[in-house]
């Protein structure tokens, strides 16, 4: 199969390490300010370092999940068209700092993250919350439910895995929010990790709970979030499912200008993330999964995963870099 064929029916594998590129440049930029306090700030050196390396790519990009909309952000927003131009149609999700608060507090588990699809393949998520649960790859089908009580989901993934409930740990946003779904939690016996930001990573550390510790991720969070971790997942083998909240009238609205016709649905990680689809996270700080920058004299060290959809391929990839000007 020549390249222009491999294109017309899924990405390249060239893309692999061209995505890793695009992390490993927004993950040292937002580093350089890890701990100063400065959330604005890092989250802006990461969106452009990121734009700057996206528009290297040979492709005919579209930022369908991104910054925000676009009188609310000046790169990088929903709609954004990146690359050169020449090259495959795609969808691109992203955050280039995923965990503003985090970066600025120099706390664990601070990524920058990107999602390439074929064109039409990622869900067009308008800024909401969205309920979620998901759980990583070895596990059969339909033994999470988003609409079973907290009990009956923990207590089928522990029989799944083999362990009593006590053995499974849950993943859940420090919020006032979840204060009822954390008291659900514990009372069925099983432990809790509770993160202060970070939801994409939350769900992400469940694809490899004997690294993480994390089993099953729980609770609302932003629907675009839920986009990116959805994407990841695809490639894995992952169950999540997510419902959007639109539970005011302005919100169903905008859902509708962005196709969503039933506000109820639930919708699948592969109905967020179809056909063939790369992710790739660089880590800003360290944390459960992936190592943050470390900055030497003479050079800078990344650590970043990269999965592909369509080969269940998953790739650590450590690197020193010793052009520093290239940063």
Same mark, same amino acid.
């Given at each position: ?118 064109? %039409?393949? =990622?869900l067009f998520a308008p800024d909401v919350y969205m309920d979620k649960i998901a759980i990583g790859p070895g596990y059969a089908e339909g033994i999470i439910d988003i609409d079973a009580p907290p009990v009956e989901n923990i207590a089928n993934l522990a029989k799944a895995k083999g362990v009593a409930v006590s053995d499974i740990t849950a993943?859940i946003l420090d919020r006032p929010r979840h204060t009822k779904l954390i008291d659900a939690v514990r009372a069925t016996g099983a432990a809790i990790r509770l993160i202060g930001d970070g939801d994409v990573a939350g769900v992400i550390h469940t694809t490899d709970p004997d690294e993480t510790g994390i089993d099953i991720y729980l609770g ?7 986009? =990116? ?7 894995? %083998? ?36 179809? %056909? ?47 052009? =520093?000007?290239?940063?």
């Amino acid at each position: 199969m020549n390249m222009a064929q491999n294109i017309a029916t899924g990405l390249d594998r060239i893309f692999t390490m061209e995505v890793v590129r695009v992390t490993e440049r927004a993950a040292v930029a937002a580093a350089r300010l890890r701990g100063r306090g400065d959330e604005k700030a890092a989250d802006q050196v990461a969106v452009d370092a990121m734009r700057q390396e996206l528009n290297r790519l040979a492709i005919k990009g579209t930022v369908v999940i991104g910054e925000g909309e676009r009188d609310e952000a000046p790169m990088l927003y929903i709609g954004e068209e990146v690359g050169t131009g020449k090259g495959p149609a795609v969808d691109i999700a992203l955050d280039p700092l995923e965990g503003t608060t985090i970066c600025a507090k120099n706390l664990p588990n601070a990524l920058a993250v990107i999602a390439i699809a074929e064109k %039409g393949s =990622l869900l067009f998520a308008p800024d909401v919350y969205m309920d979620k649960i998901a759980i990583g790859p070895g596990y059969a089908e339909g033994i999470i439910d988003i609409d079973a009580p907290p009990v009956e989901n923990i207590a089928n993934l522990a029989k799944a895995k083999g362990v009593a409930v006590s053995d499974i740990t849950a993943c859940i946003l420090d919020r006032p929010r979840h204060t009822k779904l954390i008291d659900a939690v514990r009372a069925t016996g099983a432990a809790i990790r509770l993160i202060g930001d970070g939801d994409v990573a939350g769900v992400i550390h469940t694809t490899d709970p004997d690294e993480t510790g994390i089993d099953i991720y729980l609770g609302t969070g932003g629907a675009p979030e839920g986009v =990116l971790a959805a994407a990841a997942l695809r490639c894995t %083998g992952g169950q999540m499912q997510g419902r959007l909240i639109l539970d005011t009238p302005e919100k169903v609205a905008r859902a509708e200008k962005m196709g969503i016709s039933d506000p109820k649905r639930v919708y699948r990680a592969q109905d967020m993330a179809r %056909g063939d689809v790369l992710f790739a996270a660089t880590g800003v700080t360290d944390g459960n999964l992936l190592d943050g920058v470390k900055f030497g004299r003479t050079f800078i060290t990344t650590h970043t995963i990269v999965l592909r959809s369509s080969s269940r391929t998953v790739r650590e990839i450590k690197a020193r870099h010793q052009d =520093l000007e290239k940063f």
